[in-house]
């Protein structure tokens, strides 16, 4: 498999949002995950919650109610008590989906396409651990937060992992994170508005003559959250993808993340992105 920035030269990289998930399927599941594959999902997006005895299971910490209809977080409950859990679907009915460990997911993922391991700043050793057990270290992204402490952790524990910090409005970082020993690929950028740094043509073509690549957010988590100034799945599907998904490639983000795997494909393709 080539590496993701040699992917990404290729054509603009589709990452599904905790993979596909609708009715009865709930996100962060092995079957949304294979329901993404099979939409043309190049990179599949995952959170790791760690339990209270340290084993790592695939689930975005602090969504236990909405989720899982569980009023204790993972990380207060052992790995044996999770095993037991079941996710609810999108009308909060119990399903026959249980939360799978890290190493089932990538089992699952393994040579079929990239891997952004959400939350990492979690559980940097264990992960790395996990990503090296499955010899997936060219095939994963990993990101944290714009913070010299979590630079430092990456560089001493996962040098080797291609790395991503998610920075807002503007980066004032790429320059010192040339001179640390990290697999910098790139960066998660957010931003409010077009004007913002970040979202500048100028920008976005001094990471490319850096070789660096850029990860744009289409999805809607929270909408008083802008991740993308408003270039989002719901413009995307509600009026024109042309408005979301469609200038986030031409403004020319390499990787776009999505809730909406099949549409975005179909768009990008038909644009020729």
Known sequence: ???????????????????????????????????ALRQGADIIELDVAKTADGELFVFHPGMEFPHLRLEKH???????????????????????????????ALDLLKGRCYVNIDKFWTAIPEITATVRRHNMQRDVIVKTNAEPKWFDLVEELAPDLPYMPIIRKE??????????KLSYIGAEVLF??????????????????????LWGNAIVYNYKDVLAAGHSDDVSLTDDPEKG??????RGFDIIQTDWTLLAVLFLREIGK
Do not use: Q
Request: charged letters at 25%; hydrophobic letters at 40%; aromatic letters at 6%.
């Open 245 to 250: 998904w469609g200038w986030l490639a031409r």
């Open 74 to 104: 993972l990380s207060d409950i052992t790995a044996g008590e999770v095993e037991k859990l079941r996710f609810v679907n999108v009308d909060g009915t119990p399903t026959a989906h249980p939360i799978s460990r890290l190493d089932e």
């Open 171 to 180: 980066d004032t970082l790429t320059e010192s994170l040339f001179r640390r």
């Open 1 to 35: 498999m080539k590496t993701i920035r040699e992917a990404a030269a290729d054509h603009v990289l589709v990452a599904a949002h905790r993979g596909s998930a609708a009715g009865n399927i709930p996100c962060n599941t092995l079957a949304a995950y294979e329901i």
């Open 192 to 213: 409010t508005d077009e004007s913002d740094p970040v979202a500048s043509p100028e920008y976005i073509r001094f990471m490319h003559d850096k070789g660096l690549i």
